[in-house]
């Protein structure tokens, strides 16, 4: 678990459910304690909580449609 908050964007190369678009949909960020905050870009952007990266990778990240793309580079411990 990180020692201080982590950036991350979602990436889409292509939009499954036509909804979010794609390119950088999202901005998150991968808490301390393991928890996940995640705020949608577009028209009507919105926030969504998670307990945990692997919840939000189930629910947004499509099979691997969706990339979890860290701001400094390294994988997610």
């Known amino acids: 678990m990180p ?3 982590r950036l991350f964007t979602l990436e889409r190369d292509t939009d499954i459910t036509g909804v979010s678009g794609t390119g950088t949909v999202a901005d998150g960020v ?3 304690d393991g928890t996940v905050s995640i705020r949608w870009r577009g028209d009507r952007p919105s926030i ?4 945990s990266l692997p919840d939000a990778e189930h629910v947004h990240g499509h099979q691997g449609a969706t990339r ?9 411990d």
């Open 3 to 5: 020692t201080a908050p």
């Open 30 to 32: 991968l808490w301390p």
């Open 48 to 51: 969504v909580f998670w307990e």
């Open 68 to 76: 979890f793309v860290w701001a400094d580079n390294s994988e997610e």
